[in-house]
């Protein structure tokens, strides 16, 4: 380990985690000391996972990661990536669609905290399709997303399924 350790904060909303999000945060963790996950507290009217919910899937994802932690924040990012002494932010890029907003949220963080430097990363070519997104929108509509995150969400999700089935399920 480097005499100042290397800290990353990997910020997200994470409703819900994805296989991409686990993908760029193992990446990550390969590169710095410390990983902090840093899950966004806002005021989304109908969010899938509460905040606890979040950070407990992301534990329990990451719980043989001992560089990887969990924490939530709010307030402005660069603000909290101070306060945990971070000197990169890592944000994953999985088009060029996501480009333009990733762009503008690194300059404005940039403008805002010039030693905090944002890294790109992109992850495994199979998860570049995957959006918590798309994740809610599949879910809710009763179609499958094994394999696109990690199996403890997918428990969770089914679990609900299970005892919330959707109106027009097939009882047969
Ligand atoms: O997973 P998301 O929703 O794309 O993550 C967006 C996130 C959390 C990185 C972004 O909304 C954020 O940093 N919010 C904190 C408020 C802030 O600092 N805003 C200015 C960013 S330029």
């Known amino acids: 380990m480097s005499a100042t350790p290397r800290i990353a ?23 710095f000391d410390r990983v902090v996950v840093a ?9 899938l996972f509460s905040f606890d ?8 994802v990451f719980a043989g990661q001992p560089n990887v932690e969990v924490e939530t924040f709010q307030g402005l990012l660069v603000d909290y990536a101070r306060q945990k002494q971070a000197s990169v932010i890592i944000r ?3 088009a060029v669609s996501d480009f333009e907003y990733e762009f503008q949220m690194a300059l404005m963080n940039r403008h805002l905290a ?12 199979q998860y ?7 994740i809610r929108e599949v879910f809710s509509l009763g179609g499958q997303i094994d394999g696109l995150v990690p199996p403890v969400v ?18 047969t």
């Open 53 to 60: 919910e979040r950070v407990a899937i992301i534990r329990e």
């Open 92 to 94: 994953g890029l999985r």
């Open 9 to 31: 904060v990997c910020p997200g909303s994470f409703d819900p985690m994805t296989m991409g999000h686990v993908d760029i945060i193992e990446r990550a963790a390969r590169l």
């Open 114 to 125: 010039p030693p905090i430097e944002t890294i790109f990363m992109m992850p495994a070519e």
């Open 154 to 171: 997918e428990a969770r999700l089914m679990a609900r399924r299970k005892a919330r089935p959707l109106p027009n399920a097939r009882t």
């Open 39 to 47: 899950v966004l507290v806002n005021a989304e009217k109908a969010p």
């Open 128 to 134: 570049t399709y995957i959006s918590s997104r798309l």
